[in-house]
């Protein structure tokens, strides 16, 4: 069974301070896994996902095998970044499994 | 980018009537589409996977006589939540991908049943 565990429920940082939104995972094979956001009002997107291993908005994610987590960091986050962040994992059949999500929210 | 439209964006129906919710990828084929349930600020519950051409997958505990879901083109699922109840009052959500690709979500439909 794949299950994905986002261990806060809300993340509330001033802006300039360092992000880290925790996403550990569960699955026997290799994963394919992603983190989406969703602003106010606007629908779910895909923000990146670990075969990228891309910079997006500032922020980066890196698989950690042996810790089976794929953290989310952003080195100063921005209070344009305050949003639900939902971890994702597909395994070999592509079926999805979604974190329960990490309301992100950055002061002023 | 590919985008994903879902018709209505939101409904009221009395209940025991049933309704349709329509899911279209409208610039890729979408050789998957799934189907979700969220619950005010909780996260995506996966109801069903649906491949174009054959039967939907339906996720544990997902009545697929209630959600039937179908899934003619490679580009069009409908979601019809037969005999509606108070309780099937929720945000439904698709989301479309190709093989082995990222998903394009819509922007949700919400249901209220009185």
């Known amino acids: 069974a794949q299950r994905v565990t986002q261990p806060e429920k809300l993340l509330s940082v001033f802006k300039g301070a360092p992000v880290e939104l925790k996403c550990n995972y569960s699955y026997s094979g290799s994963p394919e896994l992603f983190w989406y956001v969703q602003y106010s009002r606007q629908r779910l997107q895909l923000l990146l996902r670990?075969?990228s291993r891309e910079s997006i908005k500032g922020f980066t994610a890196d698989l950690n095998k042996g810790e089976t987590s794929f953290h989310l960091k952003k080195p100063f986050a921005q209070e344009e970044d305050s949003a639900m962040y939902y971890c994702?994992?597909?395994?070999?059949?592509?079926?999805?499994?979604f974190g329960r999500g990490t309301s992100l929210i950055v002061h002023p | 980018g590919a985008v994903v439209s879902q018709h209505p964006s939101w409904v009221i129906c009395k209940s025991g009537t049933s309704v349709k919710i329509e899911c279209r990828s409208l610039d890729f084929q979408a050789t998957t589409m799934f189907w979700y349930r969220q619950f005010p600020k909780q996260s995506l519950m996966l109801m069903a996977t649906?491949?174009?051409?054959?039967?939907?997958?339906?996720e544990q505990g997902v009545e697929k006589d209630k959600f039937l879901i179908n899934h003619a083109s490679l580009t069009l699922s409908t979601l019809t939540v037969t005999s509606a109840h108070p309780e099937d009052s929720s945000f439904y959500i698709c989301?479309?991908?190709?093989?082995?690709?990222?998903?394009?979500f819509g922007p949700g439909t919400r249901l209220l049943v009185l």
């Open positions: 994702a994992l597909q395994g070999g059949s592509y079926i999805p499994t």
């Open positions: 670990h075969i």
């Open positions: 649906s491949n174009e051409g054959s039967k939907a997958t339906y």
């Open positions: 989301s479309a991908s190709g093989v082995g690709e990222t998903q394009y």
